[in-house]
């Protein structure tokens, strides 16, 4: 989050602390966020995720085609 210059609140930055016990949803959707921040700031291209394993696992995040496996 350094890198995107976001400050997280205490609830959330307890949350990656424990490791998601509340399950993948919640997990989901912080993740899925901060990757939608990448692109409006153009830190990244839409449909291009930073790493090749991620677009295995959310190829549907921002128009990406569906991974095939």
Do not use: C, H, N, Y
Not at 26 to 38: Q, R, S, T, Y
């Amino acid at each position: 989050m350094t890198k995107l210059d976001i400050a997280l609140k205490p609830a959330l930055l307890g949350m990656i602390e424990k490791g998601f016990p509340e399950g993948d949803d919640a997990f989901d959707a912080p993740v899925g966020l901060f990757e939608m921040i990448e692109v409006v700031t153009g830190r990244r291209q839409p449909g291009k995720p930073s790493e090749d394993r991620i677009g295995k696992l959310e190829g549907w995040i921002l128009g990406q085609a569906v991974a095939q496996s």
